[in-house]
């Protein structure tokens, strides 16, 4: 069953990981590095896109909430919807601090930051 925008709504992580990640500027931000699952609920909790380094020295990594993220086939990579300064300023971490606390810290201070719905709340009243 296709997405609206015509994907798939099943991919395999391992196509998921290492894909590029723009900026709706169009600028390359970063990659994805990783997909946090949460193994109760069968859900994917984030994205963790890493950029700001080089040769892998400084770099940070930001959970981002996995709907923020729109394949676009032109570009072979995901778009997300906030601008650079949005990316500059948000939550990063290590990739042990997302894990922390089975990641529900990362989780929420990203969908606050982005101000995104929490899928894990919708629909709960």
Do not use: C
């Not at 909790?45 to 770099?59: I, N, R, Y």
């Not at 990594?61 to 997300?80: A, R």
């Not at 601090?97 to 009243?125: I, M, N, P, Q, S």
């Amino acid at each position: 069953m296709p997405t609206p925008k015509g994907h798939t709504t099943a991919i395999r992580a391992s196509r998921v990981i290492g894909t590029n990640v723009y900026s709706t500027n169009g600028d390359k931000i970063g990659e994805i590095e990783d997909v946090m699952l949460n193994k109760l609920d069968t859900n994917i909790m984030f994205a963790v896109v890493g950029f700001g380094g080089f040769l892998g020295l400084g770099e940070k990594f930001h959970p981002i909430p996995w709907s923020s993220l729109d394949y676009e086939k032109d570009k072979g990579g995901y778009i997300v919807p906030f601008t650079e300064e949005q990316l500059k300023n948000a939550p990063a971490h290590s990739l042990e601090e997302l894990t922390k606390d089975d990641g529900a810290a990362a989780r929420d201070a990203a969908f606050d930051y982005y101000k995104v719905e929490r899928y894990w709340v919708v629909g709960a009243e």
